[in-house]
């Protein structure tokens, strides 16, 4: 099919698409705030406003009511880590039938909840979505139901699609610079991206990813679909380990690019959002205003129009506590330090009048015996990054040696949360970051994996509302066991990375 025989398919079917029996015309507002730091016009469109909560009810519904009354009286199936999910089983009960949803086994709650209570039959399976989507496939062909793909359909995208029609009947297309959307599996973006280029090429279409979930920027990259070899589930609406293959069709040929951002610009981009219009979306539902802002800091641009697809607000609460905590760091409205001084007497005092009148938003302190004190410190910022290096070099400058752990995952993660207590004359420890899914006994599975071989030193879990738990663990490895448990490590198939020689294990937790 020809370049213009596609681009013509596809604006066909998205101004044909079904999607009004159960969506909305979502809104397009302005950030106001955003707005005034970027000094552009940022846009946010409100598909967290939909009556799922997020735009998968618009392919769903499509795909769902494109389907022959025989094939559809049979019922359908999909996998989905939550938002298609939901829009499948809203999709399948206006048109009264069944629908059976497969959901990785760490599926949020308030997820799995909101399929139950639109009718829809869940089925608990595997760690991700990929395990998911395999024993959705096999139930299909054992129940002869229909598969709703949530990205690799034309009928799902042609639906998706819709949001493009939209944001150009709201606003000028020749008014419009860029339009920012978040990527997954890519149905979302292949849809906006050929119904908008089609019409106003000059229109940037930007997809936004994760940087622990990028299958979209290196499938580009590499000019072939990638499939990674796991992905990060933070933003679980988008941890999708390859990408699909109509997607990737359309976005080879009408994406302009595709930003990657951390987990904490993340967090950063929640709070923007709230602020501006206090709405609370879920990290996937972020990803386009932190990209907007990576892209304006980039291009160091004013006056133009960005537009951020909210793609959806079903948040897991109990997660918000770990965005609050990154959302300054990602947002660079804190830094984190780790400061050594003379374990005498005044030395806090003098500490604190070097720092002179900021905001302390951390303070923690370790009492060394035979050495200098440690000390890890928050700082709040008010001028991002260049604060946080006049600050530094204002302590160096007095003599305190200081490590900045801003970005220093593992102090960020633990550290901040237990500092103190040593190890003494503890010999032959390494330590370790570990995670695994996070589900009932997950923990306890973990540390039976770990076995009772060499002895746990040090210990800290906390749940951060993720689908992963992380562990910082340190273990007793006398040397001459060294290969042996390294080997052991390995089979235990967790994703890990060894800490010991991290700057903030040194200071703060005994390391030699």
Excluded at 91 to 109: K, L, N
Excluded at 188 to 204: D, E, H, N, T, W
Excluded at 398 to 426: C, F, I, Q
Aim: hydrophobic residues 40%; neutral net charge.
């Amino acid at each position: 099919m020809s370049n213009d025989a596609l681009a013509n398919n596809y604006l066909e079917r998205i101004l044909k698409a079904r999607v009004y029996d159960v969506a909305i015309e979502s809104p397009l507002e302005t950030a106001p705030r955003l707005s005034q730091r970027s000094g552009n016009t940022v846009l946010f469109k409100r598909e967290d406003l939909q009556p799922v909560f997020s735009f998968k009810i618009r392919g769903a519904y499509n795909r769902i009511s494109h389907l022959s009354q025989t094939v559809a009286s049979r019922g359908v199936i999909c996998a989905s880590a939550g938002n298609h999910a939901q829009g499948v089983a809203l999709a399948a009960r206006r048109r009264g039938i069944a629908a059976t949803i497969v959901m990785p086994v760490a599926t949020p709650q308030i997820k799995v909840r909101a399929v139950l209570d639109r009718g829809g039959d869940v089925v608990l399976h595997g760690d991700d979505f990929d395990q998911a989507y395999e024993h959705a496939v096999k139930l299909m062909g054992e129940r002869q139901l229909a598969f709703i793909h949530p990205f690799d359909d034309p009928d799902v995208i042609a639906g998706q699609g819709t949001i493009g029609v939209e944001i150009l009947r709201q606003r000028a297309g020749d008014e419009i610079d860029a339009i920012f959307v978040p990527v997954g599996g890519g149905g979302l973006i292949a849809g906006i991206a050929v119904y908008v280029k089609s019409l106003f090429p000059k229109i940037r279409i930007i997809g936004v990813e994760p940087d622990d979930a990028d299958a979209m920027y290196q499938s580009l990259q590499a000019r072939k679909r990638v499939t990674l070899e796991r992905v990060g589930t933070f933003a679980d609406g988008v941890a999708v380990r390859r990408v699909g293959e109509e997607p990737f069709r359309l976005c080879q040929q009408y994406v302009d690019e595709v930003i990657v951002v951390s987990n904490d610009e993340i967090c950063a981009a929640i709070q923007d959002i709230f602020e501006d219009n206090r709405a609370i979306v879920e990290p996937a539902g972020a990803l386009a205003v932190a990209g907007i802002k990576k892209y304006a800091a980039r291009e160091d641009c004013s006056g133009r129009t960005l537009i951020g697809i909210n793609s959806g607000a079903n948040m897991n609460f109990d997660r918000l506590r770990h965005v609050v905590e990154r959302g300054d760091v990602g947002g660079q409205r804190e830094a984190t330090i780790a400061v050594e001084i003379p374990e005498q007497k005044g030395s806090f005092l003098r500490f604190c009048e070097t720092l002179g009148r900021r905001s302390v938003t951390e303070f923690n302190y370790r009492y060394s015996e035979n050495g200098p004190a440690h000390l890890f410190v928050g700082l709040a910022l008010t001028e991002g990054r260049r604060e946080k290096e006049q600050v530094i070099a204002t302590l160096r400058e007095t003599g305190y040696p200081v490590v900045d752990l801003s970005d220093n995952e593992m102090a960020k993660l633990h550290v901040r949360y237990m500092v103190g207590g040593h190890p003494g004359n503890l010999g032959d420890e390494r330590l370790f970051r570990f995670e695994f899914p996070e589900r009932p006994g997950a923990l306890l599975k973990f540390l039976h994996a770990i076995g009772t071989r060499w002895n746990i030193t040090l210990f800290h879990y906390r749940n951060h509302g993720s689908d992963y738990g992380r562990v910082l663990a340190g273990v007793q490895v006398p040397p001459a066991d060294s290969i042996d448990f390294d080997l052991h490590v390995r089979e235990l198939r967790y994703v890990f990375a060894e800490e010991t020689d991290n700057p903030a294990y040194r200071m703060f937790l005994g390391g030699k």
